[in-house]
């Protein structure tokens, strides 16, 4: 059997104004490596997204991803997704808000900011790169 397609979920960062923030909140609930987000349901397809990455979107643009781990469910009966405690930079997209969650397939996901200098875009400000996104620049 061949290689498998990444499957991976968007989600926004509420009340997270930039990606610091986000990293702040997510750096406060983790532990050995790792750490989550509740959600109210586990999605459909969870088998297929361990491995994967949860994109983050701020105001309107995916910024960064966290790699998925693993479901778990809580003492309330909700999904925990268990990620990697790193969050990742990645080339701004455009992305609409949205409840919950949205799957994105491999395809459709951003790159990497490699943060070294192979990669000129991670030594520009997060909001200029948001801002040349915006504009179908990058």
């Not at 943060?115 to 790169?129: F, K, M, R």
């Amino acid at each position: 059997m061949g290689n498998v397609p990444l499957l991976h979920l968007t989600k926004v960062a509420v009340g997270c104004s930039d990606a610091d923030l986000l990293r702040e909140r997510l750096t406060g609930r983790a532990a050995a490596g790792e750490t989550f987000v509740t959600t109210r349901y586990r999605p459909t397809r969870h088998t297929e997204l361990i491995g994967g990455s949860l994109f983050w979107i701020i105001k309107h643009q995916l910024v960064a991803r966290s790699q998925i781990l693993r479901f778990e469910e809580d003492e309330r009966g909700h999904c925990l997704i268990r990620l990697e405690e790193m969050l990742v930079p990645v080339r701004a997209r455009p992305k609409r808000a949205h409840q919950g969650w949205r799957y994105l397939v491999e395809a459709d996901a951003p790159a990497d900011l490699l943060g070294d200098e192979t990669d000129d875009l991670a030594a520009l400000p997060s909001n200029l790169v948001r801002e040349l996104a915006s504009l179908y620049l990058l």
